[in-house]
């Protein structure tokens, strides 16, 4: 049971490039999170999905689209990286209130 | 916008005390509160749940409590151990969960 997975664990990109991370989840939730986690700034929310079809604006949504291709799979896409968007990014699930969380993408934008 | 306060200054404490680690909120208050372990390198864990009418929860060696009134989770850890070496993170059920930023705890042996 993997519960929650996120690829890749590490990128590094060139400023205006795009690229996709990929989250997967294995335990049916209904809800699926993305998040980023810089340090002194804590854990915001980015964008998320409180069911299949859905999706909606977190705190920071800015230069960042994201796609619930199904109940599995929730994707977040950077179309033009830039330089403040290097962070760790989570993402989560959740049915109940708990949230259950990937290891984290690492994410460099020179 | 709902702030959400825990001491950034890391917890020193010996090998068998008691951890208190508090959570402070401004404005109004949540529907329930979690408190979640992050370990470096990895993601946050779930470990406990306190909703708006409940004054205390316990899980094994941990106990979270939840005032209204002075808007504030505290969150024990008795006999603390050397692996309770984490970073303990607060977070508040609004329309979506909110996190705090954190407080490192760490246990000496």
């Known amino acids: 049971n993997a519960g929650v997975t996120q690829t890749p664990k590490f990128q590094v990109l060139k400023t205006g490039q795009s690229m996709t991370l990929q989250c997967a989840q294995d335990?049916?939730?209904?809800?699926m999170y993305w998040y980023r986690q810089d340090p002194g700034m804590g854990l915001r929310l980015i964008y998320y999905?409180?069911?299949?079809?859905?999706?909606d604006k977190g705190e920071v949504p800015n230069g960042y689209n994201v796609s619930r291709l199904n109940k599995r799979e929730f994707s977040l896409r950077l179309e033009s990286a830039a330089p403040s968007q290097t962070s760790v990014y989570f993402c989560?699930?959740?049915?109940?209130?708990?949230?259950?969380f990937g290891e984290g993408s690492r994410l460099t934008v020179l | 916008s709902q702030k959400i306060e825990q001491n950034s200054e890391a917890l020193n404490i010996q090998e068998g005390k008691t951890a208190t680690l508090t959570c402070n909120y401004t404005?109004?208050?949540?529907?329930?509160l979690q408190w979640y372990r992050q370990d470096p390198g990895r993601g946050p864990v779930f470990l406990l749940l306190i909703r708006e009418n409940e004054k205390e929860k316990r899980k094994e060696r941990l106990k979270v409590t939840f005032d209204t009134t002075l808007k504030q989770s505290l969150f024990h850890i008795t006999a603390s151990q050397p692996a309770d070496s984490a970073t303990y993170l607060c977070a508040l059920r609004y329309s979506t969960l909110t996190f705090g930023k954190g407080t490192m705890l760490l246990v000496s042996p």
């Open positions: 989560a699930s959740s049915e109940q209130g708990e949230l259950f």
């Open positions: 404005n109004y208050s949540p529907a329930y």
């Open positions: 335990m049916n939730h209904n809800s």
């Open positions: 999905s409180a069911s299949e079809g859905t999706t």
